[in-house]
């Protein structure tokens, strides 16, 4: 997703951010919301973190996150509305720090397009690739679910997921002195 460069307010600002990217399938339901919510979490334990989120597919450019994804995001007191849609690319294995992914598919996808950026690039590339859920004790490795065709039920235990395993990917970062 896209933003605003105003959105990061680091407390270090002369350190190079930790940047981390959330990755899910179309990048409107479950990474933005990670996106927002691992955002929000790595500010308030004062870590110097930038978390961005992409997708797999192409499904959705540059379009807003899900509305219901916002409207349960919203209610939980995130905001995702300044959002926009994009797709993973080749230079996000150079840009970013560690890759997310939002399921085990997801995961397969991006180490997939990880082996094409290995190739294409002759500079020794250090991005990790890992589950959201790699830490979480409450949903250990577990797949987010994409509620995409179902209910309310799923957009709100996206929202659980994503601060559960965000509470896990702050204290790991702490616990390695990572931002």
């Not at 460069?5 to 409107?28: E, H, M, R, W």
């Not at 859920?133 to 490795?141: C, E, L, N, Q, W």
Request: charged share 20%; hydrophobic share 35%; proline share 4%.
């Amino acid at each position: 997703m896209s933003k605003p460069s105003d959105q990061f307010s680091n407390t270090n600002q002369t350190a190079v951010p930790y940047k981390v990217l959330c990755v899910c399938l179309g990048n409107i339901c479950r990474s933005p919301t990670a996106e927002v919510i691992l955002q929000q979490q790595a500010l308030r334990a004062g870590l110097n973190i930038q978390v961005d989120s992409a997708g797999t597919s192409n499904y959705h450019p540059n379009k807003a996150p899900d509305s219901r994804s916002q409207r349960h995001a919203l209610a939980h007191g995130y905001d995702l509305s300044h959002l926009r849609a994009r797709q993973l690319k080749l230079a996000d294995f150079q840009d970013f720090d560690l890759i997310l992914a939002m399921d085990h598919q997801n995961y397969a996808d991006i180490l997939r397009l990880k082996a094409q950026a290995d190739q294409v690039n002759s500079d020794q590339m250090n991005v990790k690739v890992a589950l959201m859920s790699a830490h979480d004790a409450v949903y250990p490795k577990q797949a987010l679910p994409d509620p995409y065709y179902g209910g309310a039920d799923g957009f709100e235990r996206v929202i659980a997921q994503c601060e559960s395993s965000s509470a896990a990917w702050v204290r790991y970062w702490q616990s390695q002195n990572i931002g």
